[in-house]
């Protein structure tokens, strides 16, 4: 049995695991089912992560419990570890976690039973969301080696994109930057930092971000924003014809991605929620593979 907090616990094996297992639930029920209580605790706002968890959970046969904040003892002041430590003695086998703190490291020190699943830690990592968009590109290019993936918009506030630059890197693509300045990271100075314009064109992959309003007061109006780093209509005539277009939702629809872009044959964005489902109920096995003496379908 493993937690899955970050994408650096993962090696190419698993990940080619992952894929592949994902890929097979996305026409197949599992042969086995697996028992037990899960729980989503959802501390930040989510449609797609949330509800994919609950249905991947429920599809492979696990009890899903909601763990709502607001009528939890979390507004009597019980902390995120004290909750934790609450719900593995109630025999919970699995908690999805999503908080704006960077959690992670005090989960992995407080010896919980329980297992753990990152569904979002502040802007640092968000490695269900970087395996889903693995499984969105193997699924058009059968491949990832030699693929440039632009990474575009507010780069600085996304834990998707820093998940994704090492999953892609692991993967033997290429991760590559671009968006305002302002949203330029200090600590992805490894990878390239491109024009707009030099990304649309070059990019196999491009991957639109949200602007994280909740997480900033930008310093752009929407028509600004959609002029400088929004794809739009004239820029999908540069776009490769063969280039895929993601976002890991949810949409600013016509700030940084407009209507057009969303009708666009190559725009992913609904086989990404798609995915979602087949990849987190893939993580959930591998998860709890040891615990539930599972026949892996695709090993
Ligand atoms: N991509 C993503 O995490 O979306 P949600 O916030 O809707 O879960």
Redesign the pocket.
Known sequence: MTSLLSVKQLNVPMVEWLLRQAQFYLDHEPETRITGHAVNLFF?????????FQIAAQRLGLTLLDFEVDQSSVKKGETLLDSLQTLDALGVRLAVI?HSDNWTQAIENAGLKMLVIN??SGVHE?PT?ALLDALTIKQHFGRFAGLKVAIVGDVRHSR?ARSNAKLLQMLGAEPLFSGPEVFKPQDLGEFSWVTFDDAVCEADVVMMLRVQRERHSSAYTVEDYNRHYGLNAERLNQLKPDAVILH???INRNVEITDEVLTDPRCRILQ?VTN?VAMRMAVLQWCLREESGEQLVSA
């Open positions: 930040e706002p989510s449609t797609r992560t949330l509800l994919s999503r569904a979002g968000h969301q998707v890991p939702g949810p990404q979602g």
